[in-house]
C-alpha cells in the first residue's frame, strides 16, 4: 500500500463541493444550528489559533450529521466597523475593496481547512441586501420608543475619532486602539437596552446549557441594585436631591453628601453663588472630566474631593444639616449622581471622612447591645486619652483605670447615653456636634458590646471626677502597658483601634436610629426606604450608544425635517425612512476618513445628505451618524435560516424550525458586549412576533486561546504568528485539525507547538496502515475496543472533550496495529475519525468500497454487551517490579489469577514465602515475598 499523502485533500475538498455535501437540508424532523461566532476578516487573514473555534463545531456538526440530524453549519462575515475603516485608511484603499478581498482571503484559508460550512447561506453584514433588515430592526425600535436621540456626554475616542459605548472600553480605554477616552457631549442614537435589563437578567435562568462564568459575567455587566432612592432637602431651600443607596438601614450614619462632578446641580450652586468657592470647584470638575472611570474607581486610589462652601443638605433621618463634596469616586451614571457618605460602614466613604476629618457615626451593630462607653481624646496632646483612676472602694474594679461611661437606658441613643454618663462622672457637658466619631467594638461576650465615642476639644480642667480618685492621661501604649488599666479597657482599646482602621461594612442590628433602634438591617431597610423616600431597582448597564461618527458602517434609516421639528417639537423633526425605500445605502465616495469635529464624513456628502422629508415633502437631511459593527451581529444568525429572502427578515416557518441555535461556539472576550445585544434585539423580535424563541442561543461554549509558542498572543505586532498555510503545506489540514483538538482541553488557553504536529501526522500515518490488515470477517478480540471507541468518542464530541477522544482512538489503533481487522469494524472506526479528519477517512472510505461520502454514512452505535473484553492482559509484578504478563478471561476471580501468577513467576520468587497477593481486577498483579 501507498504511504499516506496529504495531497489527496483537495481533491475531496473539490467532490463535496461538487456533490453539495454539506448543503442544508429544511426539511429533517430532527435539526442541529451550529454557530460559530462569525470573523471579522482582517487583511492578515487567519493564524493556527483562529481555526480552534471552527474545527470544533466542525467536528460536533459532522457527527450530528451522521447521526441523523439536518445540520445547518453557516458562515459569514462581520465586516463593517472601525477595524475595517481604519485597515483601509491605512492601507489606502476603499473598505470596500479591502472587505472584499480580506473576505476572499480568509474563505480561502477556511475551505482548505476541510470546514463543512453550508456556502450557499454565506452572509456579509456590508451587503445591502442583508443590512437592509438590520434597518428595518431600527425602525421597529424606532417605532416602540427603544432608540432615542441623546445630547449627554459619551464615551469619545480622539483616536478613533468616534463615540462609544462603555462595552467598547476596557481600563477606560478605547478596545480598539487603547487611546484614553473623554467624555464629550455629542448627539447620538441610543438603544433603550435598560427597558430589557431585568428580562435579560431573569433569562439567564433558562440558559442551563451556558457556562457558568459567561452567565456570572452578563450578571456583573447588568448590575441590578435593589435599594431605595431618598431626598435630602437642600438647606434654606425647599430643593431636593435624590440619592440611590442599596443601604437605607445606614441612614442615620450618613455624615456627608457627594456628588459626581457631572452632576447637573454644581453648575446651578455656582451659577447661582450659593456655592462660595466657585472657582475652586469649577477647577476640580474640569480636572476630573480628565480622569477615565477607572482611575476615579480604581481601588487603593487616593481620594480627591472639594467641599461645596456654603450648601448644606439635610440628613431627612436625623433633621442635622451635613456638608456637601464633589469627588469623582461618585459617577454620573450610577443611581442618581449623588452619594451618601456612610463613612462607619463603607470603605470607600470610610477613607473620604479620614481624609477631610469628616464624623463617623456607627449605627449598625453585629448584634444587640447592652452597654455604652465614652472614650475621651485630650486635643493639646494628639494621641494622649484621659482615663479615669478608681478609687479602692470602687463597686467595681477597685483601684483600676478604665473609662467613662456606663450602661445604655431603656429607650436611650447613644447620644443620650454618652451626656448622661458624662455629666454623672465628670460634670461635663457636651453637645452632639462634639460626638465626632462612634464606633461599635465587639466583645467576646455574645450579647455584650460597646459603642465607643470620640469626644474631641476637650480640656481635661474642666472635667470634675465623681467616681475615682482622679484622672490620668495616657497613649495607648502606655495603657496596654499599665499594670492597673482593666483588662477590659486594654480589650475595648485594641478593639476600638481595629475598629478605626475598617469601616464595619456588614449587616447587623440597628442603633441610635431612632424608631429604627434593634431593627434588623433586612427589616430596616424597607421601613426606612419607605418612611424616607421609595424603594427603587437600578442597573449597572446603560443605554446602548448606538452611533458613530464614521463611515463604514449601516446607514441609520431617518431624515431629519426642520419643518416637521417645528410642528412636532417632541419628535425632533425625526421621519423614519419608509421601509419601502430600505435599504438606505451607503453612498460611494473618495473620502472616508474621520473629521475630527464630530460629524461622520458622510455629513459632507451633500447629494446624498440633502433629500426630500418622507412626511411633509419639504428640505431635509439625511441622519449622517453610522451604527457600530454590532448592529449586524446582534440578529446575524436568523439571516443564515433564510438568507436569500428578499420580503422578510425570515420567514416564519423557517426560523420556528431552526430557533433557537443548538450550540453557538466563540470567544469568551463577548460575554458582555456581543451576547447582550444579541440577547436584547432577539427578545425585542421575540416580542414583535418576528421570532418564536426568547432566547437566541441554547448552548454556549467559549473557546480557550491557543497563544504563540513564546506564550504571548499571536500578534504581527510581536511576529510570534503561525500562518495555516504553512502547517497545512507540511502536514495536511488533517494533521493540523487533529493537532488543534489533541492540544488540550478545549476552553483552556494552550501554547502552540509546531514541534509537536509530527505526534498528530504519526497518528493519522499508523490509522492509514491498518488498512492492510483489513479482512472480511470481524475480529473477535477487538470488539471490545472498538465498541469502547464507539461509546467515548460519541460523548466526548458532545461534551466538547476532543482530546479525550482523540486519546481514545489512538489506544484503539494500537490494539488495531498488530491484528487482523474486521471490515465492518473498520468502517466504524473510520466513520469516528471522519469529523476529526475528514479528507483521510474520505479516502478510506472509498477504499474500504463504502457508499457514497462517509460524512453521509450513519454514526456507527455501540453494542453494551460487547463494551466488555472477553480476555484481558494482566501485568505481574514482583515486590512492585514490572516482571511479566498473563492473559486470561476477563470474569476470572483473584484465586485462579493468583495460581497463574504465581506460576509465571516462579523464577522471581525462587520458592520463597509469598507473603502478600495485591490484585488490582484485570489490571495488575503484585506478588510481594
Avoid at 453549519?73 to 472584499?100: S, T
Avoid at 441594585?225 to 438647606?235: D, K, P
Wanted: hydrophobic letters at 35%; one cysteine or more.
Amino acid at each position: 500500500m501507498k504511504k499516506y499523502n496529504h495531497s489527496i485533500e483537495k481533491k475531496w475538498q473539490k467532490y463535496w463541493a461538487k456533490k453539495k455535501v454539506y448543503q442544508t437540508k429544511d426539511t429533517c424532523k430532527k435539526k442541529s444550528y451550529v454557530l460559530d461566532m462569525f470573523p471579522y476578516p482582517s487583511g492578515e487573514g487567519l493564524h493556527v489559533g483562529h481555526p480552534k473555534g471552527y474545527i470544533a463545531t466542525d467536528v460536533y456538526s459532522r457527527m450530528k450529521r451522521m447521526q441523523g440530524y439536518s445540520v445547518l453549519h453557516p458562515m459569514g462575515w462581520d465586516a463593517f466597523g472601525l477595524p475595517a475603516e481604519n485597515y483601509a485608511i491605512k492601507n489606502k484603499v476603499h473598505p470596500r475593496k479591502a472587505v472584499d478581498k480580506n473576505v476572499k482571503r480568509f474563505k480561502e484559508q477556511l475551505s482548505m481547512i476541510g470546514l463543512d460550512y453550508d456556502w450557499s447561506r454565506e452572509i456579509n453584514t456590508t451587503d445591502p441586501a442583508f443590512y437592509k433588515w438590520t434597518q428595518w430592526i431600527f425602525l421597529q425600535l424606532l417605532k416602540k420608543g427603544l432608540a432615542y436621540q441623546s445630547y449627554e456626554p459619551i464615551n469619545w475616542c480622539p483616536s478613533c475619532q468616534t463615540g462609544l459605548a462603555n462595552e467598547d472600553l476596557e481600563d477606560g480605554k478605547c478596545e480598539r486602539c487603547g487611546s484614553v477616552v473623554e467624555k464629550r457631549p455629542m448627539r447620538q442614537w441610543v438603544l433603550k437596552i435598560t427597558d430589557y435589563a431585568e428580562r435579560l437578567l431573569n433569562d439567564l435562568e433558562l440558559l442551563p446549557h451556558w457556562q457558568e462564568h459567561i452567565k456570572e459575567s452578563q450578571r456583573n455587566w447588568i448590575g441590578k441594585s435593589e435599594g431605595a432612592e431618598i431626598s435630602f432637602t437642600i438647606s434654606e431651600t425647599q430643593d431636593e436631591i435624590k440619592v440611590f443607596t442599596t443601604r437605607a438601614d445606614t441612614l442615620f450614619g450618613v455624615t456627608y453628601l457627594v456628588l459626581a462632578p457631572e452632576h447637573p446641580l454644581i453648575h446651578q450652586f455656582c451659577a447661582s453663588q450659593t456655592c462660595t468657592n466657585r472657582k475652586q470647584v469649577e477647577e476640580y470638575v474640569n480636572e476630573a472630566k480628565k480622569k477615565s472611570e477607572i482611575e476615579r474607581t480604581a481601588k487603593g486610589k487616593e481620594k480627591t474631593g472639594i467641599k461645596l462652601e456654603g450648601v448644606w443638605v439635610i440628613n431627612p433621618a436625623t433633621g442635622e444639616k451635613i456638608p456637601m463634596f464633589v469627588a469623582d469616586y461618585a459617577l454620573a451614571h450610577y443611581g442618581t449622581g449623588a452619594v451618601m457618605g456612610v463613612p462607619a460602614h463603607d470603605e470607600r466613604d470610610f477613607t473620604f471622612a479620614r481624609k477631610f476629618a469628616l464624623p463617623i457615626k456607627s449605627v449598625v451593630a453585629p448584634r444587640k447591645i447592652t452597654h455604652c462607653g465614652v472614650l475621651l481624646e485630650v486635643k493639646n496632646k494628639p494621641g494622649t486619652f484621659i482615663f479615669q483612676l478608681r478609687s479602692d472602694e470602687a463597686r467595681v474594679l477597685p483601684g483600676k483605670i478604665g473609662f467613662f461611661g456606663g450602661n445604655l437606658e431603656s429607650g436611650e441613643t447613644l447620644y443620650e447615653c454618652a451626656t448622661r454618663e458624662i455629666l454623672e462622672e465628670t460634670e461635663l457637658s457636651i453637645k452632639k456636634d462634639d460626638m465626632r466619631e462612634t464606633f461599635m467594638v465587639p466583645s467576646e461576650s455574645p450579647d455584650y458590646a460597646l459603642f465607643v465615642t470620640r469626644i474631641q476639644d476637650v480640656d481635661p480642667a474642666n472635667i470634675v471626677v465623681h467616681e475615682g480618685k482622679g484622672l490620668i492621661e495616657l497613649t495607648v501604649e502606655e495603657a496596654l502597658a499599665h499594670e492597673k488599666v482593666s483588662a477590659g479597657a486594654k480589650d475595648v482599646l485594641r478593639r476600638y483601634f481595629s475598629a478605626q482602621a475598617e469601616p464595619n461594612t456588614g449587616e447587623g442590628v440597628l442603633e441610635d436610629s431612632g424608631e429604627f433602634s434593634q431593627l434588623t438591617s433586612a427589616e430596616a431597610r424597607t421601613k426606612i426606604a419607605q418612611k424616607y423616600g421609595t424603594l427603587k431597582t437600578t442597573y449597572k448597564l446603560r443605554d446602548w450608544v448606538f452611533s458613530r461618527q464614521r463611515y463604514w458602517g449601516e446607514p441609520i434609516p431617518v431624515i431629519h425635517c426642520e419643518k416637521c421639528a417645528l410642528e412636532n417639537p417632541s419628535g425632533q423633526g425625526v421621519v423614519p425612512v419608509p421601509e419601502k425605500d430600505l435599504p438606505v445605502k451607503l453612498p460611494e465616495v473618495k473620502k472616508y476618513e474621520p473629521t475630527g469635529t464630530g460629524e461622520s464624513p458622510l455629513a459632507a456628502i451633500e447629494k446624498w445628505v440633502n433629500v426630500k422629508c418622507p412626511k411633509c415633502k419639504g428640505k431635509a437631511k439625511r441622519e449622517t451618524n453610522t451604527m457600530p459593527q454590532w448592529a449586524g451581529s446582534s440578529w446575524y444568525h436568523l439571516r443564515y435560516m433564510d438568507p436569500k429572502n428578499k420580503k422578510a427578515l425570515v420567514d416564519k416557518k423557517k426560523e420556528k424550525h431552526w430557533s433557537p441555535v443548538d450550540l453557538y461556539v466563540g470567544g469568551a472576550e463577548h460575554a458582555t458586549r456581543h451576547l447582550i445585544y444579541a440577547r436584547f434585539w432577539h427578545k425585542f423580535l421575540y416580542d414583535i412576533k418576528a421570532v418564536a424563541s426568547q432566547e437566541p442561543f441554547t448552548r454556549l461554549i467559549s473557546v480557550g486561546l491557543i497563544q504563540a509558542e513564546d506564550g504571548r498572543k499571536m500578534s504581527k505586532r510581536f511576529g510570534n504568528v503561525i500562518n495555516p498555510d504553512d502547517i497545512i503545506k507540511t502536514y495536511g489540514a488533517d494533521t493540523l485539525r487533529v493537532y488543534e483538538m489533541f492540544m488540550g482541553p478545549f476552553t483552556d488557553a494552550i501554547a502552540w507547538n509546531t514541534n509537536a504536529m509530527i505526534g498528530a501526522r504519526r497518528f493519522l500515518e499508523r490509522v492509514w496502515r491498518v488498512q492492510e490488515r483489513v479482512v472480511k470477517k470481524d475480529n473477535p478480540a477487538l470488539d471490545a475496543i472498538i465498541n469502547k471507541t464507539i461509546k467515548k468518542v460519541s460523548e466526548d464530541i458532545e461534551n466538547f472533550k476532543f482530546n479525550t477522544a482523540i486519546s481514545q482512538m489512538m489506544v484503539c489503533v494500537n490494539e488495531m496495529s498488530d491484528k487482523e481487522v474486521g471490515q465492518k469494524q473498520w468502517k466504524s472506526f473510520v466513520s469516528i475519525l471522519a469529523p476529526f479528519a475528514p479528507h483521510i477517512a474520505e479516502e478510506m472510505w472509498n477504499i474500504a468500497q463504502g457508499k457514497g461520502s462517509v460524512h453521509l454514512a450513519p454514526w456507527p452505535k455501540y453494542d453494551a454487551k460487547k463494551l466488555v473484553e472477553e480476555f484481558v492482559t494482566i501485568v505481574v509484578q514482583v515486590n512492585g517490579k514490572v516482571r511479566t504478563q498473563i492473559t486470561m478471561p476477563s470474569e476470572s476471580d483473584e484465586m485462579a489469577v493468583r495460581i497463574e501468577a504465581v506460576k509465571i513467576a516462579e523464577k522471581w520468587i525462587e520458592g520463597k514465602d509469598i507473603r502478600r497477593f495485591i490484585y488490582v481486577p484485570n489490571k495488575l498483579a503484585n506478588i510481594v515475598i
